[in-house]
T-cell receptor
């Protein structure tokens, strides 16, 4: 059974702070990792992908991957109220199939 | 911009009727598409993998005779909810892989009265 685990939250941070979202996965052969943002009532939107160990930065977002420890994280700098959403971690185990965590709800307070 | 579209975005139907939802990949061919269902405040649940030109692969517990999937072309997959009941009311989302990444359609909110 391939599992992707996330803390459901909610994670509350003040506006301007750094939000740190974490995800662990069970299968060592995983090669591709993704973060999606889902606003209430909307479908998930891809915000970051990461394939190799280390950090990947895109604007205010930084994805971090540590394959030895089997975790992937997402940092959101200078958090804004518009970042309030549920963040889904996804892991691709084979060419087609993705496995999703249950998501972490982030609240950014003005 | 959007790479996957869905239609309709919202549908209300009466119990016992069937509803068809379309999922299209825009400007790219998708030999595989996925269908998910999401109940309020719950996580995504993969229902089935739609394969162009062959039968869909259903996840455990998903009734293939109730949720009919047809992937007739490289850009279109359809999900038909047959004999819908109120408990089928949910948010149905399709997705397709473009390169290494998976992109979601905007979703279809189904309400069965």
């Amino acid at each position: 059974q391939k599992e992707v685990e996330q803390n459901s939250g909610p994670l509350s941070v003040p506006e301007g702070a750094i939000a740190s979202l974490n995800c662990t996965y069970s299968d060592r052969v995983s090669q591709s990792f993704f973060w999606y943002r889902q606003y209430s009532g909307k479908s998930p939107e891809l915000i970051m992908s990461i394939y190799s160990n280390g950090d990947k930065e895109d604007g205010r977002f930084t994805a971090q991957l540590n394959k030895a420890s089997q975790y992937v994280s997402l940092l959101i700098r200078d958090s804004q109220p518009s970042d309030s959403a549920t963040y889904l971690c996804a892991v691709r185990y084979n060419f087609n199939k993705f496995y999703f965590g249950s998501g972490t709800k982030l609240n950014v307070k003005p | 911009g959007a790479v996957v579209s869905q239609h309709p975005s919202r549908v209300i139907c009466k119990s016992g009727t069937s509803v068809k939802i379309e999922c299209r990949s825009l400007d790219f061919q998708a030999t595989t598409m996925f269908w998910y269902r999401q109940f309020p405040k719950q996580s995504l649940m993969l229902m089935a993998t739609s394969n162009e030109g062959s039968k869909a692969t259903y996840e455990q517990g998903v009734e293939k005779d109730k949720f009919l999937i047809n992937h007739a072309s490289l850009t279109l997959s359809t999900l038909t909810v047959t004999s819908a009941h109120p408990e089928d009311s949910s948010f149905y989302i399709c997705s397709a892989n473009l390169g290494a990444e998976q992109y979601f359609g905007p979703g279809t909110r189904l309400t069965v009265t």
